[in-house]
């Protein structure tokens, strides 16, 4: 037996005593490197704390499908809910007050310039660049947020002042909620993709802040309109980030939020 065989095969064999079930395999410090890596480039391409903390839904979310039939419609408001009290999101019970809408439409651009042009209220936090996005995107689906902040304590900032009831040198005291989503899916371009994953990705980008300019990242939902998806229902990663969303602290700056993040997101790895 030459002497390499004999020292790999040493180094294999627990020690004389030993409990062969208790030997613990840790991952090298460059492997454990290389998946925060990979982290930290999905949640960087998601877009989420990129700038601002994260904004998620505080209200319960009550989501309503239109533009298709009721059993359709039914299918894609389930999966939704099912993702949110899945992540940890609060969910309104039957009946509620839509704050989640899903159009389907064979004219995306056509809806999407009328309703820019007719509730402009509606989209008037969107910079330039994205309502250029939107409305001239060619993808299958396309998604806005309406955003406010709040006080920790549940008051919003309707007049520019934030009242505080407790003073922290680590809390922002400010928190950014969703108050309502719309996700409108040319079913055109859409056309050939399962009703589920279509219901797995409106869940995905209206339970998250997503960034809905590409590159999506990998390992997720959101490349289901690639040419060759690896996703169609939510990844690991995906219920990783949403569960990140709704546990982390709140009040936290965007830095911190990404950290939170891109662990939650690592964790879900193992």
């Not at 004999?6 to 395999?25: F, N, Q, W, Y």
């Not at 840790?26 to 877009?47: H, I, L, M, N």
Request: include cysteine; charged fraction near 25%.
């Amino acid at each position: 037996m030459s002497l390499f065989v004999t020292l790999a095969l040493l180094a294999a064999a627990p020690a004389a005593g030993e409990d062969p079930d208790s030997i613990v395999v840790t991952g090298t410090p460059d492997a454990k490197r290389e998946e925060r890596k990979r982290a930290a480039e999905f949640v960087r391409r998601a877009g989420v704390a990129r700038l601002n903390p994260v904004a998620r839904w505080i209200a319960p979310v009550c989501p309503r499908t239109v533009g298709v039939d009721a059993k359709i419609a039914g299918i894609v408001n389930d999966r939704i809910r099912a993702v949110a009290a899945e992540a940890g999101a609060p969910v309104a019970p039957k009946p509620c007050t839509p704050n989640i809408a899903v159009i389907f439409t064979d004219d995306g651009d056509g809806l999407t310039h009328a309703i820019f042009d007719k509730s402009p209220r509606e989209v008037a936090a969107l910079s330039p660049i994205e309502r250029e996005r939107l409305v001239r995107g060619d993808g299958p689906v396309r998604w806005w947020y309406g955003t406010r902040e709040e006080s920790r304590d549940g008051i919003p900032n309707d007049s520019g002042v934030l009242k505080h009831y407790n003073s922290s040198i680590v809390s922002t005291q400010v928190v950014r909620a969703l108050r309502a989503a719309t996700v409108i899916v040319d079913a055109e371009r859409a056309d050939g993709t399962l009703l589920d994953a279509v219901a797995s990705y409106a869940a995905m980008v209206a339970l998250a802040e997503i960034d809905s300019d590409p590159p999506p990242p990998r390992d997720s939902i959101m490349g289901l309109f690639e040419d060759e998806p690896e996703h169609r229902s939510l990844s690991g990663r995906d219920m990783a980030l949403l569960r990140g969303i709704y546990s982390l602290p709140p009040d936290r700056e965007a830095y911190q939020h990404r950290r939170q993040l891109v662990g939650a997101v690592r964790e879900g790895e193992d």
